[in-house]
């Protein structure tokens, strides 16, 4: 499914609205360049959880857990990861089979060790349509 946005509150409206549907263990992994939208995308997923209080992505320390009304949020940024076996020092297998939601920004630097089962969200800019305009992807893989 490809799904177009103007703005950040589009952009971010969409995030709520998977937040919203999402269920305890889905994997959910956002792609895209610096600057793409992913944690604005991010603070509209975990508002849908019912996450409160703000929302940024943890690039120093690779994962912030956020505790929503719904569900908790594991929110992972691994762009600064050297290699996939890293997020084993992390646990990162008890927070896939956990009871909330995995969100993970750059996860395509980890791609060897995802599920076979996640919702892939590719976003993308393209300056001719705007400054914000957003290209999103988004594939389920079972």
Excluded at 46 to 60: R, W
Excluded at 100 to 128: F, M, N, Q, S, Y
Aim: proline fraction near 4%; include cysteine.
């Amino acid at each position: 499914m490809i799904i177009e946005t103007f703005s950040r509150e589009e952009t971010a409206a969409l995030g709520r609205q998977l937040g919203e549907q999402a269920e305890a263990g889905g994997v959910y992994c956002l792609i895209g360049d610096l600057g793409t939208g992913k944690t604005v995308f991010t603070q509209g997923f975990a508002a849908g959880l019912g996450v409160e209080g703000p929302v940024n992505s943890p690039t120093f320390t690779i994962v912030q857990e956020y505790m929503g009304s719904r569900m908790p949020l594991y929110h992972f940024d691994v762009y600064r990861l050297e290699e996939p076996e890293e997020m084993d020092e992390i646990g990162f297998d008890e927070y896939l089979f956990g009871e909330g939601v995995c969100l993970i920004e750059w996860a395509e630097r980890i791609r060897e060790i995802l599920p076979e089962r996640r919702t892939e969200i590719r976003i993308e800019k393209d300056p001719e349509k705007g400054f914000d305009y957003r290209r999103i992807r988004i594939d389920e893989f079972e």
